[in-house]
């Protein structure tokens, strides 16, 4: 048996890759993701290791709530933990880019 997983920021990995799988299974969702990424097929396994990349990743299914509702379906999820496990990534990568409501 695996042993469970408490560090946020293995979760929020392991949640990009999730949806790496996803965006990975429908090809023109995947044709669209790698144009505008410009990552190319072969590269696409090694470029899943890279926490910036995977970043890109939840970036790019939460653009679209439609993608989002998706992805946290499949993987049994609530689309609010996406949106968590892309904050924390962000956050451990120090992105700037990302708003989160601060009161």
């Not at 023109?28 to 790698?34: A, S, T």
């Not at 970036?59 to 439609?66: I, T």
């Amino acid at each position: 048996m695996k042993k469970p997983v408490h560090n946020p920021r293995e979760v929020a990995e392991i949640v990009a890759i999730q949806a790496l799988s996803f965006v990975a299974g429908e090809p023109e969702r995947l044709g669209l993701f790698l144009a505008e990424t410009g990552v190319g097929p072969e590269t696409l396994r090694n470029a899943g290791a890279d926490p910036n990349f995977l970043l890109s990743v939840l970036d790019f299914v939460m653009r679209d709530d439609a993608t989002v509702k998706a992805f946290a379906k499949a993987a049994e999820l609530h689309p609010t933990n996406v949106a968590a496990a892309r904050q924390v990534l962000g956050d451990a990568l120090g992105d700037p880019s990302w708003e989160r409501d601060v009161p």
